[in-house]
């Protein structure tokens, strides 16, 4: 294991007697809002050097040098509506270097500025022959006062630190309450009321103004941890930097508001240890012992099954007489699956559950979250978990499934994504077919019972429906995968298809000899594959007036494509100026001794 580290940048303003001291040619600097390029309050200045040169900049506000500053050719800022192309994060600056050369540029770093407040704004460039400093080099600097825009109310300067999400939309759809997710990482410090401290507003771009939205925080973990920095056993230093810091992590999720083919910029607040909990309130409402749960909204009803946590039951609240369930074979849950079928052992689904040995719950405004996971019942070599969410005043909610075989299995069936109705409730069912090119509808009564109807293992989407009262339910595939690590996946033949018997259910095959023509042929199901799905479930009502797949079209076009996120963050002034990894077997890292000559 070999250690390495890499110099950090001179720092310019407490740098030694150089060479000459000259006046920079600041042509313009100004304090700015947040927008999609530069996604937080900010100085903006352009400089002009007296001649192209290699350089290191340094800036000061009000005395209090920066821990780092973003640094662009002026050429390079001519996207304000989007994110930013090129970033280059502290390891960037800790490996190496900038041995570009430069003559007009642009330089942006974060402020915290208040309305109408003066600011003295410092900036410094030394300038280079070489990558590395030398006494050769010349310092030239200047300083401005600024002040602050006067319009535009920037949030409750309680809460003293902020991260910037951007959110792009790309389909081309007005996104209105959008669920959206992100992961933020903190120092334990500035996260101790972290669950109840996180506040997310909406930056108007063109006005400037902002607008808290409703946001949630959940799955709260710590690594609170430090690196030790002590000596070896020899009494050597092991290194003069830490590796890591403690660290608290949490998902929050918020409802965004982004018109279509914009970016536009969130700002998550937190670092309040006076806060108090915000108590948003919306149609989301989630009630019962799990596992078996009423999840409702304003357009429907759930009920999660008593013994396994699965689907049992949804209806429309505008029809709430007309429910969809199954409840025939052996557990009646709607939603069956992971399976296996392993003989001499029983047919075994995920929803053959009785009280799974994982559960966990999260409850709240913006997002309801169940997880289930345990072994197959009668078969401990498979593993399964089954995770649904919920949001408010959406007519959807995501289900995720995995599978993994602890042990090799011989088995006559392995599926998945199954959902079970029970057959008078069904009439018909359709779906895109990629062969045709089409939408195919059958009539489900004029098929022999046990006829399967067969699409590809990547159908976007299928519908089971009664044409006579117009109830319909439908899945949007948003993603399945099968992989593995000690064998590939052996699947064989793998589709998705409709049957049905005393009921109706379309399933993925994964390997189903059972429903082949040599039914009682085994395949082994591999240690260390994994299967898994992610859909989109909904229930509507289908208008004899208007295209009765329309609904399922237009949201598969919106979850297909969600909102891109990008991440903008403070570098905290306890980050390292140099960087330090650790290497396997004494190997090199590449940048020793690099001499870097870019123009």
């Known amino acids: 294991m070999a250690l390495l580290l890499i110099s950090a940048p001179t720092l310019i303003i407490q740098a030694q007697k150089l060479k000459e001291m000259k006046d920079l040619h600041i042509s313009g600097i100004e304090l700015g809002y947040p927008y999609p390029e530069i996604p937080y309050y900010h100085f903006k200045a352009t400089v002009e050097l007296p001649q192209p040169s290699i350089m290191e900049v340094e800036v000061a506000v009000d005395g209090k040098v920066l821990r780092a500053v973003d640094l662009r050719r002026e050429n390079e800022m001519k996207d304000r509506n989007h994110p930013p192309q090129t970033e280059r994060s502290s390891s960037g600056y800790g490996l190496s270097q900038d041995g570009t050369s430069y003559k007009d540029f642009t330089v942006t770093g974060w402020v915290k500025w208040q309305p109408g407040q003066e600011y003295d704004i410092r900036i410094a460039v030394r300038m280079k022959k070489n990558v590395q400093a030398t006494q050769e080099d010349v310092i030239i600097s200047g300083s401005r006062k600024v002040k602050a825009p006067e319009g535009g109310a ?59 939205v409703m946001s949630q925080v959940y799955d709260v973990q710590e690594y609170l941890k430090e690196d030790d920095m002590g000596p070896d056993k020899d009494g050597n230093p092991t290194r003069n930097i830490p590796l890591w810091f403690p660290t608290v992590s949490a998902r929050v999720s918020f409802l965004a508001d982004v018109p279509a083919k914009t970016s536009r910029v969130f700002l998550v607040y937190y670092n309040n240890a006076k806060a108090l909990v915000e108590p948003y309130y919306s149609d989301l409402v989630v009630q019962g012992d799990a596992p078996g749960l009423q999840i409702s909204n304003n357009i429907y009803s759930i009920s999660l099954h008593n013994g396994s946590g699965h689907l049992d039951q949804i209806a429309l609240k505008s029809k709430p007489d007309l429910p969809l369930f199954h409840r025939m074979e052996t557990n009646g849950a709607i939603h069956w699956n ?128 009664n044409r006579e009262n117009g109830i319909a339910f439908a899945g949007i595939q948003l993603g399945y995968d099968n992989s593995g690590i000690e064998s590939a996946p052996r699947t064989l033949n793998p589709y998705f298809y409709v049957t049905t018997g005393p009921w109706v259910y379309w399933a993925r095959a994964l390997a189903h000899p059972f429903l082949s023509a040599n039914m009682q042929q085994v395949v082994p199901v591999l240690k260390g594959n994994i299967f898994s799905e992610k859909w989109a479930f909904m229930v509507y009502h289908i208008d004899n007036k208007s295209d009765p797949f329309a609904p399922v079209l237009s949201w598969k076009k919106r979850l297909t494509q969600p909102l891109r996120i990008h991440l903008a963050e403070e570098v905290d002034d306890r980050v390292s100026k140099s960087l330090q990894e650790v290497f396997m077997d004494n190997g090199k890292s590449g940048w020793e001794d690099r001499q870097t000559k870019k123009k």
């Not at 992961?183 to 410090?189: G, K």
Request: hydrophobic share 40%.
């Open 338 to 465: 992971p399976d296996i079928y392993v003989p001499p052992s029983a047919w075994t689904h995920s929803a053959d559950w009785k009280m799974p040995k994982g559960m966990k719950i999260v409850t709240g405004p913006v997002v309801a979250k169940t997880e289930f996971w345990d072994n197959l019942r009668g078969v401990p070599e498979a593993d399964v978990s089954v995770r649904y969410e919920f949001y408010p005043n959406m007519p959807y909610f995501i289900s995720s499934t995995c599978m993994r075989i602890n042990e090799t299995v011989q088995a006559l069936a392995l599926r998945n994504a199954e959902m079970v109705f029970k057959r008078e409730l069904i009439t018909h069912a359709a779906w895109y077919d990629v062969l045709r090119d089409t939408i195919i509808v059958y009539d489900i009564n004029s098929v022999p019972d046990l006829t399967d109807l067969k699409m590809e293992a990547d159908v976007p989407w299928i519908v089971l429906f």
């Open 154 to 212: 920037t949030f409750n300067t309680s809460w003293k630190s902020y991260k910037s999400v951007v959110l792009s939309e790309t389909a081309g759809i007005d996104r209105k309450n959008e669920p959206v997710e992100v992961l933020l990482a903190f120092y334990p410090d500035e996260a101790e009321s972290i669950s109840r401290d996180i506040r997310v507003v909406s930056v108007d771009t063109d006005t400037h103004e902002i607008k808290e």
